[in-house]
């Protein structure tokens, strides 16, 4: 069989699982996923390589309506990851059905070659299902782009790995086949200090976090990083840090273990958290934190 390939955007409403999907696809964690929505903020390339294809997936930010320049640029970034795709995933969460926004967003999708995934499966009975499914009908999507799937246990992957390549076209083996994202391990190990603080903050504290990794040095069995927490106000930074500090030690022993496994080796971690007013709306700081347009 001739080698095929293609790319796959994975877009949708924030929350509705994305990262989820495009982890259990590839079979390994490289975006980050929480249970807050807007997790996720730029493009994360996911690559799956198979014998006889290689799929490289777009997992994209949650489309939203933005209030501040970070959402601007999450929207925006989601938008431009779909260009020039082989094949859209619109991913629909099946707790909280067919929205208003998931049928503007598919008014903006439906020209390319689009497959509907209702995903959380697990999570709700059939009657459920059964409206979005009616629902979906009075879209004019027939049932042959639609997949019902469980990200998070698994369920309907293999049929929907068999949909896409269906739409993959004779092609190169764009990344090696060992590689599995073209992410740096900079941005990864930035990211996993982010879920961290998402997994443990609450409110609006999680929302106006950023990281900016300011050393990673690899020794022989040791890697040292050190960070900052970018947060928007002096309250935040005073429940960022804990009680005689025992929130940031939290967040810091948590991440050190995830980014172990990134790095391969012991891990010594420095947090540290520093305010940076408004943030969210600075073209500078957002450039800083990693929020720019690539290339
Ligand atoms: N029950 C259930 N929960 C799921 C499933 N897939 C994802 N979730 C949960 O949904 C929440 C959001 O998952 P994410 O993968 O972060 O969602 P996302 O679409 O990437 O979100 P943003 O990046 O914020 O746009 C997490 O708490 C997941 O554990 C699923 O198949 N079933
Ligand atoms: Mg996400």
């Known amino acids: 069989m001739e080698f095929r390939s293609g790319f796959v955007s994975i877009m949708g409403s924030p929350n509705v699982g994305k990262s989820t999907l495009m982890n259990a696809l590839v079979g390994q964690k490289i975006a980050i996923a929480t249970q807050k929505a807007q997790t996720t903020r730029n493009k994360v390339t996911g690559i799956l390589t198979r014998k006889d294809y290689q799929i490289i997936f ?15 640029y999450m929207v925006k970034t989601a938008y431009e990851a779909n260009r020039d795709v082989d094949l859209t995933l619109l991913l629909i969460d099946a707790k ?27 999570a709700v009975n059939d ?11 009075g879209l004019d999507i027939s049932p042959k782009q ?3 799937i469980s990200a998070m246990q698994g369920d309907g992957l293999v049929q929907l790995e068999k949909e896409i390549v269906k739409h993959l076209i004779p092609g190169p083996m ?7 994202t073209d992410k740096p391990e900079r941005f990864i190990a930035a990211e996993l200090i982010r879920e961290k603080a998402l997994l443990n903050l609450r409110d609006e504290i999680p929302h106006g976090i950023g990281i900016d990794i300011e ?24 429940i960022i840090i804990g009680k005689k500090g025992a929130m940031l030690k939290k967040i810091a022993s948590q991440a050190r273990m995830d980014l172990e496994v990134l790095f391969g080796t012991k891990v010594f971690l420095q947090v540290f958290v520093k305010v940076k007013e408004d943030w969210r709306n600075s073209g500078h ?11």
């Open 58 to 72: 777009l997992d994209t930010p949650g489309i939203h309506v933005p209030k501040n320049k970070l959402g601007e």
């Open 96 to 122: 909280v059905g067919v929205g208003e926004r998931d049928k503007e967003i598919l008014q903006r999708l439906r020209n390319g070659n689009l497959m509907v995934v209702i995903n959380k499966v697990d």
């Open 127 to 137: 009657d459920m299902l059964q409206n979005i499914r009616k629902v979906l009908h």
């Open 146 to 148: 639609q997949i019902e």
């Open 174 to 180: 764009f990344y090696p086949e060992d590689m599995v």
């Open 215 to 238: 050393k990673v040095e690899e020794l022989d069995n040791l890697t040292e990083v050190s960070a900052v927490i970018v947060c928007e106000r002096d309250s935040h930074k005073g």
């Open 285 to 295: 700081m957002l450039k800083e934190l990693g929020y720019r347009k690539e290339e």
